[in-house]
């Protein structure tokens, strides 16, 4: 791969550590968590370093930009309230430990009210009007808050060891199940494509399903905005590839 891909500048989340070890479901939910996380990271990372580079004077390649930033955002949304709403309630009542997940309610405020201002750039902006200096700008006011959320987080899944390993699985999967009931038109091809079958020599398979759902995700989720799905790092196989727009 290029030097300057998706893995930079804000650096993924190692698995190392924990993924190997089937002692308790922590770790395995730890090793899930972690890998959703990169997959954001990813999407983030395209979008930085692709921004300053949309021509625009090609309003359809910026007006396709503007969507895979919505895509990206309206993911992170939907992350991040089925945690609030599902999996840390799941938590704490598994632990018995009242405010067991709140720093990481905390986290996600923190992080707020940067992540709008983006949003509602890609939302409102004119493809005439798009500056990507701006978008890097609005990038960098809330990625250090975030990314320092999404490692920590996985450091607290960790620490879920001590509690009950079925119960927490349990918990885990209904939360994976909140995350599919989702538009599979705006989301699914975002997260196949920022998903990196190679990730430390290939050994997860995440997202885990059949073989079919990449050419499902390809050929029928996919259509309906195919022209924001160039700008993933990864085809819908979850195979890297180089950036559409870069240095």
């Given at each position: ?44 990372n395209s979008i ?171 050929h029928i989720f ?26």
């Amino acid at each position: 791969m290029p030097s300057r891909w998706a893995d930079q500048p804000y650096s993924l989340i190692s698995t190392d550590p924990f993924s190997k070890d089937s002692s308790h479901a922590a770790y395995y939910v730890a090793t899930q968590m972690a890998l959703a996380h990169n997959g954001i990271m990813r999407g983030l990372n395209s979008i930085y370093l692709q921004a300053p580079h949309i021509p625009r004077e090609d309003l359809t390649t910026t007006r396709d930009f503007l969507t895979y930033c919505q895509c990206w955002c309206e993911s992170m949304h939907h992350h991040h309230d089925s945690e609030e709403e599902i999996f840390f309630p799941s938590i704490e009542q598994i632990s018995g430990v009242q405010g067991l997940m709140e720093q990481n309610v905390e986290q996600h405020r923190a992080f707020t009210p940067g992540f709008e201002q983006f949003q509602k750039y890609a939302q409102t902006c004119l493809p005439k009007d798009y500056d990507g200096g701006k978008l890097r700008n609005l990038i960098e006011d809330f990625a250090g808050p975030l990314t320092q959320h999404l490692r920590d987080e996985v450091e607290t899944l960790r620490g879920l060891d001590k509690y009950d390993s079925a119960r927490i699985r349990q918990a885990y999967q209904r939360f994976e199940k909140a995350l599919m009931a989702t538009d599979n038109y705006r989301i699914a091809p975002l997260v196949f494509g920022t998903a990196d079958r190679r990730f430390e020599g290939g050994m997860h398979d995440f997202p885990s399903v059949p073989f079919f759902v990449p050419y499902v995700i390809h050929h029928i989720f996919g259509r309906k905005h195919r022209g924001a799905w160039r700008f993933n790092p990864c085809t819908a196989w979850r195979d890297p590839r180089e950036l559409a727009y870069k240095e």
